[in-house]
């Protein structure tokens, strides 16, 4: 009598890890306004670089350490801006915080008679914090809940 080799148990099988779900649409609209701030704060960059080259700075040194503190933020808010297209956790505090930041720098803007750099400003803020707290925004942004420690 022939016996049948035995049907593997799919629930013995090793499960493979299920590729995460794509980012809410929401989620890629706050990466791209913080994408866009990174962008404002590049070309500010260069604009602080031309002045301080061309001698319109106060001081050449405090020129430099504007100019260095600018591109330095322009590459944290890109940072900020690819991670939170993946959907990382960590990113929903500094991304608030950030957004804060270009609040209170639009209004400033706009206190000081520059309304096409404050204007914009405060548009993309808007646009980053309405898509950072949709509900589907929250919920790919959040971690899973801790097992207790047998």
């Not at 016996?3 to 799919?10: E, I, S, V």
């Not at 794509?22 to 590049?42: N, S, W």
């Not at 301080?52 to 001081?59: L, M, N, P």
């Amino acid at each position: 009598m022939a016996t049948r080799p035995a049907k593997a148990n799919p629930a013995s099988q090793p499960q493979r890890p299920q590729e995460p779900a794509a980012p809410p649409r929401a989620l890629r609209v706050a990466a791209a306004a913080q994408a866009g701030e990174a962008a404002g704060m590049l070309v500010a960059a260069g604009f602080s670089a031309v002045a301080t080259a061309d001698g319109q700075s106060y001081q050449r040194a405090s020129g430099i350490a504007l100019t260095l503190i600018a591109a330095g933020l322009a590459a944290g808010f890109a940072a900020f801006a690819v991670n939170l297209a993946r959907a990382k956790p960590w990113t929903r505090t500094p991304v608030v915080m950030t957004q804060l930041f270009v609040v209170i720098a639009g209004i400033t803007l706009l206190d000081g008679h520059r309304p096409e750099w404050g204007v914009p400003a405060l548009l993309l803020a808007a646009a980053c914090l309405a898509a950072l707290f949709t509900p589907a925004s929250l919920r790919a942004l959040n971690r899973p809940p801790r097992s207790p420690k047998p």
